[in-house]
């Protein structure tokens, strides 16, 4: 899997796109896409599906413009549904612009397969009720949107989140997977498991 990282929107938010054979999913489209179809384009390469990390507006904005392009279905997490209902999702928020309407699938955590290669779909909670994370085993690659940066954490002020069931999720979800494991974050920099068990101020008890 060859991972490619374009960050855009108003708030630089990372998408990525992975790429095995001649297909590709997206992760996150939170703005105008353009780059992210004409590499599409340029490399000949099918659009399987846009995975959607959570449901707040800095993720959103080119979902619709780069899933109707490409014909992709598009899957997010069922419990951020009523985000899509607020400012913090549909846009608005702290001046952000409105996101063009989309449709999604809810994506149930558990086993799927995506470019041909297991993924097991984790329940994240805590930067957002259904914050969802992505893990390909084959790939030794996580993407887990806003739950954990480079150093640090996702935000849990938010309408729905939750700074105990945040910290819960990255124990019991993404530091039980191998420490070699890459993390690729919503914002900044990727990492790694062991690194962000070592180095995360946020969880201290895991340095040595």
Do not use: W
């Not at 507006?57 to 992709?72: K, R």
């Not at 640090?152 to 019991?172: K, P």
């Not at 993390?183 to 990492?191: E, K, L, W």
């Amino acid at each position: 899997m060859d991972i490619k990282t374009f960050p855009i929107g108003p708030l630089e938010t990372n998408c990525y796109i992975a790429v095995a054979g001649s297909a590709a999913i997206a992760v996150d489209v939170g703005g105008k896409p353009t780059a992210v179809a004409q590499f599409l384009e340029e490399k000949g390469l099918a659009l399987e599906a846009v995975l959607l990390t959570h449901l707040h507006c800095d993720h959103l904005y080119g979902v619709g413009e780069l899933a109707g392009a490409f014909g992709a279905p598009v899957f997010a997490g069922a419990a951020d549904a009523s985000l899509l209902e607020i400012e913090i999702g549909r846009g608005g928020f702290m001046g952000l612009p409105q996101v063009p309407e989309f449709s999604y699938e809810p994506i149930a955590p558990g086993e799927r397969t995506f470019l041909g290669q297991p993924c097991r779909v984790l329940a994240t909670p805590g930067h957002s009720p259904g914050s969802l994370s992505y893990y390909f085993p084959e790939a030794g690659t996580v993407f887990v949107g806003d739950l954990l940066f480079y150093r640090s954490i996702g935000r849990t002020d938010f309408a729905g989140g939750d700074y105990d069931q945040l910290m819960a999720s990255v124990r019991e979800k993404i530091f039980v997977l191998p420490e070699a494991t890459l993390v690729y974050p919503g914002h900044g920099p990727a990492t790694s498991v062991g690194d962000e068990m070592r180095h995360n101020p946020f969880f201290s008890e895991y340095a040595r």
